[in-house]
């Protein structure tokens, strides 16, 4: 059974770095193929994909974001870790991670996700 | 930010058929598959069609999707009350190195 959890903050101050953490299990980001995205949701907003690491390390990023974006895995806990600089309030959303599908691109398991407040 | 283009809204009465579109380009529904997800107030999204017309275990057969050159639907057939909720098509796109991109989103009510 996969399953995912995002933590972090709740309430993040514009310019801050946001840190967010991805807790999977039921999988394993060593495993070929394998991939955790995530996205983000502003309140009665449409979703945004953000980012994606794969087994082998591979990156992807939204261009729009990509400068402010850092994506990384520790494989031996199980967790994916997305960074974002210089955070504004128009970043205040709900941002999930979710299981990319080893057979295409997209995402079959998502987490709960975790609502960010950017606010002075 | 939405690079796909849905319909904000569209309803039925129980036991109808509501269909939603999704408009793209050549860039993305135009080479790669796409994919539908379904979000119920309060909750994360949850994948309901994949690679064009694919259902996951345990999605109703009353969902169905297609596609057709830089567009896809979305068929609801026999809509039930606990079909109200957000809808996203979505698709990899080709350009700028790429990227993964969501529609607008509509929002089904059952009436």
């Known amino acids: 059974q996969i399953t995912l959890k995002e933590s972090g903050p709740t309430l993040v101050k514009p310019t801050q770095t946001l840190t967010l953490t991805c807790t999977f299990s039921g999988f394993s980001l060593s495993t070929s193929g394998v991939g955790v995205g995530w996205i983000r949701q502003p309140p009665g907003k449409a979703l945004e994909w953000l980012a994606l690491i794969y087994w082998d390390d591979d990156k992807r990023y939204s261009p729009s974001l990509k400068s402010r974006l850092t994506i990384t895995k520790d494989t031996s806990k199980n967790q994916v870790v997305l960074t974002m600089t210089n955070m504004d309030p128009v970043d205040t959303a709900t941002y999930y991670c979710?299981?990319?599908?080893?057979?295409?691109?997209?995402?079959?398991?998502w987490g709960q996700g975790t609502l960010v407040t950017v606010s002075s | 930010q939405s690079v796909l283009t849905q319909p904000p809204s569209a309803s039925g009465t129980p036991g109808q058929r509501v269909t939603i579109s999704c408009s793209g380009s050549s860039s993305n529904i135009g080479s790669n598959t796409v994919n539908w997800y379904q979000q119920l107030p309060g909750t994360a999204p949850k994948l309901l069609i994949y690679s064009n017309n694919q259902r996951p275990s345990g999605v109703p057969d009353r969902f169905s999707g297609s596609k057709s050159g830089t567009s896809a639907s979305l068929a609801i057939s026999g809509l039930q009350s606990e079909d109200e909720a957000d809808y996203y098509c979505?698709?990899?796109?080709?350009?700028?190195?790429?990227?993964?991109?969501f529609g607008t989103g509509t929002k089904v009510t059952v009436l």
């Open positions: 979710a299981h990319r599908s080893l057979v295409a691109f997209y995402f079959d398991y």
């Open positions: 979505a698709a990899w796109d080709d350009s700028l190195n790429g990227l993964y991109v």
